[in-house]
């Protein structure tokens, strides 16, 4: 009787974890509880500490390293730079990119993928500095 329970048990949760996949242009699917699974080719959003699968890559969005861009309440000179810390990791390959908003380099290449830094949100203000819990990268990841 033990085992026949053991037995039910496990087949319930198997099937409570299956078919959950949903549909469009920015959908998520879950792979682990801190990894979601974005497509190739298809633009996306990471907050710092997130951990990302594109195709057979994991990307981390690991921190922002420096942020001189241009406050939106100022005039300045030149439009500034962001430079984010990207960890990427492919089976048992791992190193960590910098890229960069304004500045090279902008995109890196890995094993056949190229990882290209779009944009870091939010804009800046001269009056408050942006938390790093507040921080978001666009990454973009082709073939």
Excluded at 82 to 105: M, R
């Amino acid at each position: 009787m033990r085992h026949l329970t053991t037995v039910l048990l496990a087949t319930a949760a198997l099937a409570a974890c299956s078919g959950n996949a949903s549909t469009g242009t920015d959908a998520k699917i879950q792979t682990s509880p801190n990894v979601t699974q974005r497509e190739v080719g298809q633009a996306f959003d990471m907050k710092i500490g997130e951990t990302i699968s594109v195709g057979d890559l994991r990307l981390t969005f690991r921190s922002v390293e420096s942020d001189s861009r241009c406050p939106i309440d100022a005039v300045c000179v030149w439009a500034g730079d962001a430079e984010i810390a990207l960890k990427i990791e492919q089976g048992s390959q791992a190193a960590v990119a910098a890229l960069h908003t304004t500045l090279e380099p902008k995109k890196t290449e890995w094993n056949g993928y190229t990882i290209a830094l779009v944009s870091v949100s939010p804009s800046r203000n001269s009056s408050t500095a942006v938390k790093p819990a507040d921080y978001r990268a666009q990454l973009v990841v082709t073939r």
